[in-house]
């Protein structure tokens, strides 16, 4: 018995320290301020949903407004709240299914109408969570200058 309580005492360790246990942070409080400062500080017009997307409509768009799970064109620049640029299309922008994106995505495309244009302020929780992906560092907010030039289906 005194053998095994060594072995048993490492075997616990390793299995507490294992990838699968990453430990998930709620960023929901940080990323509500980290918002609501950068909508003061830029003087935004901005809605919140239910599920704690902020949005700004710039102009609405006219014609057939999308679904969660609609395919859309749409013409974008992702930054974090300090301006930094991750991500952005060419003018042209991309075609993806709205079931295929981050939840800001999904929930925040259905606001406008083909030619409609906006900014989509995607807290960690509708983004990538806790989780690092591409250089976007976990429990990030996402800010995304988007125009929906197209709904396709």
Not at 107 to 135: C, D, M, T, V, W
Request: aromatic fraction near 10%.
């Amino acid at each position: 018995m005194k053998k095994l309580l060594p072995l048993l005492l490492l075997f616990t360790l390793f299995i507490s320290c294992s990838k699968d246990d990453a430990q998930i942070v709620d960023y929901t409080a940080q990323n509500e301020k980290e918002i609501t400062d950068f909508i003061a500080l830029n003087k935004l017009n901005a809605q919140r949903s239910a599920s704690g997307l902020y949005y700004v409509i710039n102009n609405p768009g006219t014609g057939t407004q999308p679904t969660a799970t609609s395919n859309v064109t749409v013409a974008y620049k992702g930054t974090f709240t300090n301006g930094t640029i991750f991500d952005q299309s060419t003018n042209a922008g991309i075609s993806i299914g709205l079931n295929q994106v981050i939840k800001g995505w999904t929930e925040g495309i259905q606001h406008f109408k083909p030619g409609g244009s906006g900014l989509l302020l995607i807290p960690a929780h509708l983004g990538y969570g806790s989780y690092n992906y591409r250089g976007i560092p976990g429990g990030s907010v996402l800010i995304f200058e988007i125009s929906l030039i197209s709904v396709n289906q």
